[in-house]
């Protein structure tokens, strides 16, 4: 297995062993990490959704899954290059795929507001499904 697949698996087990997502019925799950310059996670937020793809939205109550993310972030960071300011996590329950989408620049990327709530919650939403 690649570094790369066993770090996105380490970030997925702390999601999926979190007591808030253990709480949620839900077969997809996105999460929007937000990192600052040197690489600390400074927050982030996530939907789970069930499988009608209904949302739901949590957060994490360890911070096991953002120091995974930060480790993620730097080991992917080039030397001379400032590294991600978001990272959106995917995973699919059922098929156990995961995936990851990274953006550089626009800190408004995957921000959710009371406007567009409707919009980025079916943006976010997974399609890992095991077909």
């Not at 929007?32 to 310059?37: H, M, N, P, Q």
């Not at 899954?65 to 990272?87: C, F, P, T, V």
């Not at 059922?94 to 989408?101: I, L």
Request: aromatic fraction near 12%; hydrophobic fraction near 35%.
């Amino acid at each position: 297995m690649s570094e790369n697949m066993e770090m996105l698996e380490r970030i997925a087990r702390a999601i999926t062993d979190d007591i808030n997502v253990s709480r949620i019925d839900w077969t997809e799950l996105s999460i929007v990490f937000s990192f600052e310059d040197d690489g600390f996670c400074s927050g982030h937020f996530g939907y789970a959704y069930d499988g009608d793809g209904r949302p739901t939205p949590f957060t994490l109550n360890s911070m096991d899954a953002e120091i995974s993310a930060s480790n993620y972030r730097e080991w992917l960071r080039q030397d001379d290059d400032r590294g991600m300011i978001k990272m959106l996590f995917q995973f699919n329950r059922q098929s156990r795929k995961v995936q990851a989408a990274f953006e550089y620049d626009n800190s408004s990327r995957w921000q959710v507001t009371p406007a567009n709530i409707d919009v980025i919650t079916d943006e976010l939403r997974p399609d890992l499904d095991a077909g």
